[in-house]
């Protein structure tokens, strides 16, 4: 080795091997295990520390089944229309129309926001009705009667007192038609008539109290009357009679006087869900 040459301790090029050795080999004792062969795969096994053997990596173990989880009833019980913190039964919800009809419009001012009207109960009509079917009956009776004893004039005015029965119930049933209960942001009205209408009305923030009362009979058939109570005198709007769903129009109103900015909230988000819908 000459002088130039630079020099190569015998430590390091004794160790390196050359690139076309192809016999040369590590002698690791890792290597010579069977279970990381290249054929094997790497299958070791590793215990977790309650004893359960689980494999590390395997290239060549089969895809295992896939295990649906499985829930006893108690864990699903929270789950149902009866668990804890459900309440019980269906709630029945008003709907809100999103517009007036042609008899209301007429009484809103464009500023205020209107939330809904409805009509009285059924059983507002209970008394005409009943009048009606009886007159009917009797009537009919004695017409007949009175046919057999010939007595024409009679018979007639016995017709006569029928229409007359018949127009009034028929008049009642088109008053109560065109009744309503009027909801605002701003005030409650009642508005009412056929030819002579009668508006009725109280701002929500005179109204001091307001309750509504149920019968035994109001409670099986969903109806009630509404008592609202203002600091002033001379009241226009105090009782209401035989209105539909007391319970739900009461959470409503009183929604509505305490709480406006949650029912602008919650009908907004309504609004922008049916417009995305």
């Known amino acids: 080795m000459g002088p ?19 016999s040369f080999g590590y002698n690791d004792p890792a290597f010579d295990d069977p279970q990381y062969s290249p054929d094997a795969g790497y299958a070791r096994r590793t215990a977790y520390a309650d004893g ?15 295990q649906r989880p499985q829930f006893t009833e108690e864990e699903l ?13 269906s709630r029945r919800v008003l709907p809100l129309e999103d517009e007036p009809t042609t008899l209301v419009s007429r009484y809103l001012f464009p500023t205020e926001r209107y939330r809904g009207e409805w009509k009285r109960h059924w059983i507002h ?7 009606g079917a009886g007159a009917t009956l009797l009537l009919g009776y004695l017409a007949g009667f009175l046919t057999r004893q010939n007595i024409d004039g009679l018979v007639t005015a016995a017709v006569l007192i029928w229409i007359a029965v018949i127009g009034w119930v028929a008049w009642k049933v ?9 909801l605002t942001n701003k005030r409650v009205m009642v508005v009412n008539g056929i030819i002579t209408r009668k508006v009725a009305m109280m701002p929500l923030l ?12 109001g409670r099986m058939l969903s109806y009630g009357t509404f008592v609202l109570e203002s600091a002033g005198q001379d009241q226009a709007l105090r009782e209401v ?4 769903n007391p319970n739900e129009l ?17 009908l907004g988000k309504d609004g922008d869900s049916g417009d995305d819908a």
């Open 4 to 22: 130039g040459e630079p020099r190569e301790p015998h430590d390091e090029g004794a160790g390196r091997p050359r690139e076309d050795d192809e």
């Open 52 to 66: 359960t053997e689980y494999d590390d990596y395997d290239d060549n173990r089969e895809t295992a089944e896939y």
């Open 77 to 89: 019980e929270g789950l149902g229309p009866d668990g804890p913190g459900v309440p019980g039964g």
């Open 125 to 131: 009509l209970s008394g005409p009705l009943l009048i």
């Open 174 to 182: 088109f008053d109560w038609y065109f009744d309503r209960f009027i």
């Open 206 to 217: 005179r109204v001091t109290d307001m309750k509504y009362e149920q019968s035994a009979l």
């Open 241 to 244: 009679k035989h209105l539909p």
């Open 250 to 266: 009461y959470l409503r109103v009183v929604e509505e006087m305490y709480e406006p900015q949650a029912v602008e909230a919650r």
